[in-house]
């Protein structure tokens, strides 16, 4: 199956700085490569995602980009606020609609 | 539209007894998920369903644990004798199950407590 890890596990920024987050996979068949964000106390959601004929997406301060050779794919925000404190979980897809989630991230802004 | 929803909300419970999660999810998603998050802990896949597909249960932790689906409809977790180490939140996600769109959308969880 596939395996999935998360870099850093904890990651804690000042307010309007970037803050990138790694994830591995090790199925070269991963086709589909989204992060999910889940606040305190609430359900995950999707913020964004790329498939794999894409390198790079964008979303006003989010992106995220690809590098299927070397098997990773990274979650980059800009001009970070406050409000994107939360636990970050990439969850690429190998087969059928099964996604493998990773460990996750946790993000501190510091104001 | 309505979202996932799940019931209860919360469930506690004495050790050893079993209990009976409940998912409903989006109409018309052919793909159901469960998952358990511990406290502070990532998602730890349990179930899948695939519209008629025999079910993906490589993620069931143990026998005590078994899962049910009614079609594209509802579908109920149930844990039997459980364990303090079954508290946890459960997480059930649907998800329109085409190759347009593998986006999960998850319930807002069943909190399991065990005494």
């Known amino acids: 199956g596939e395996n999935v890890e998360q870099h850093p596990s904890t990651l804690s920024v000042q307010e309007g700085d970037s803050a990138v987050i790694k994830c591995t996979y090790s199925?070269?068949?991963?086709?589909?490569f989204p992060w999910y964000k889940q606040e305190l106390g609430k359900r995950p959601q999707l913020i964004i995602d790329?498939?794999?004929?894409?390198g790079e997406k964008k979303d006003q301060r989010i992106a995220v980009t690809l590098n299927k050779t070397a098997k990773h794919f990274s979650l980059h925000i800009t001009e970070t606020q406050p409000e994107d404190s939360a636990v970050y979980f990439c969850?690429?897809?190998?087969?059928?609609?099964?996604?493998?989630f990773g460990g996750g991230t946790r993000v501190l802004v510091k104001p | 539209g309505a979202g996932v929803s799940q019931s209860p909300s919360n469930k506690v419970t004495e050790k050893g007894k079993d209990v009976e999660l409940r998912c409903d999810p989006i109409?018309?998603?052919?793909?159901l998920y469960w998952y358990r998050q511990r406290l502070g802990q990532g998602l730890e896949f349990l179930i899948y369903?695939?519209?008629?597909?025999?079910?993906?249960k490589s993620g069931l932790p143990s026998d005590r644990f078994s899962a049910e689906r009614t079609g594209e409809s509802v579908s109920t977790l149930t844990i039997q004798r459980t364990q303090q180490e079954d508290s946890a939140v459960y997480l059930c996600?649907?998800?329109?199950?085409?190759?347009?769109?593998?986006?999960?959308?998850f319930g807002p969880g069943t909190r399991l407590t065990v005494t």
């Open positions: 996600a649907s998800s329109p199950g085409l190759p347009s769109s593998y986006e999960q959308y």
């Open positions: 199925d070269s068949a991963s086709n589909y």
């Open positions: 969850a690429p897809r190998a087969a059928g609609n099964k996604l493998t």
């Open positions: 109409s018309g998603h052919t793909a």
């Open positions: 369903f695939q519209g008629n597909s025999a079910p993906d």
């Open positions: 790329i498939r794999s004929n894409v």
